[in-house]
Antibody, heavy 117, light 110 residues
């Protein structure tokens, strides 16, 4: 059965760092583009970053460029999002997504990141 | 970075047809396929329509998508109470090098 299980969310001070993880079950991560999508409280969905199947291409929304890094570990079948210099506006539920725009699309349940002092 | 514009709300009575519009530009909808998502707050979003008008398996044929130029639309026919949710369009934007979501439309069944 296909599953995406996110972890690593929590409360962090402004300027701090967090690393989100997403473990994939039931499929091989390297066979798909993978993405992170977030939803801030009371706001809509916002794509954050994605990474190509072989990791050769990565793209980011302008607001996180230079602060966030998407990566994957083939051996652990896992996707990561390293988030540095966090701001209050990064507060959101972060979803790990397989193939966000194709018939193979699959979403995790999300992990909450709260940036607050 | 919401470059795709949707109406904030739409509503209908059970059995009616509701249409949601999504307006973009040449750099996104004009050149790339449009996808639609269904989202109930507190749950994982779900792909409803991909590549403009294709339904993933398991999605009822009451849901249909279309695209013309720089706009797209989602139609829900035979509206049911369980269709109450937020709906988002999305597409790749070649100029921004970003996958952009629409502003979202909350559908209410009266």
């Amino acid at each position: 059965e296909v599953q995406l299980v996110e972890s690593g969310g929590g409360l962090v001070l402004p300027g701090g760092s967090l690393r989100l993880s997403c473990v994939a079950f039931g499929f091989t991560l390297n066979d798909f583009w993978m993405s992170w999508v977030r939803q801030a409280p009371g706001k809509g969905l916002e794509w954050v970053a994605n990474i190509k199947e072989d990791g050769s291409e990565k793209y980011y929304v302008d607001s996180v460029k230079g602060r966030f890094t998407i990566s994957r570990d083939t051996a652990k079948n896992s996707l990561y999002l390293q988030m540095n210099t966090l701001r209050a506006e990064d507060t959101a539920v972060y979803y790990c997504v397989r193939a966000v725009g194709s018939s193979s699309s699959w979403w995790g349940q999300g992990t909450l990141v709260t940036v607050s002092s | 970075q919401s470059v795709l514009t949707q109406p904030p709300s739409a509503s209908g009575t059970p059995g009616q047809r509701v249409t949601i519009s999504c307006s973009g530009s040449n750099s996104n909808i004009g050149r790339n396929p449009v996808n639609w998502y269904h989202h109930l707050p507190g749950t994982a979003p779900k792909l409803l329509i991909y590549t403009n008008n294709q339904r993933p398996s398991g999605v009822p044929d009451r849901f249909s998508g279309s695209k013309s130029g720089t706009s797209a639309s989602l139609a829900i026919s035979g509206l049911q109470s369980e269709d109450e949710a937020d709906y988002y369009c999305a597409a790749w934007d070649g100029s921004l090098k970003a996958y952009v979501f629409g502003t979202g439309t909350q559908v209410t069944v009266l």
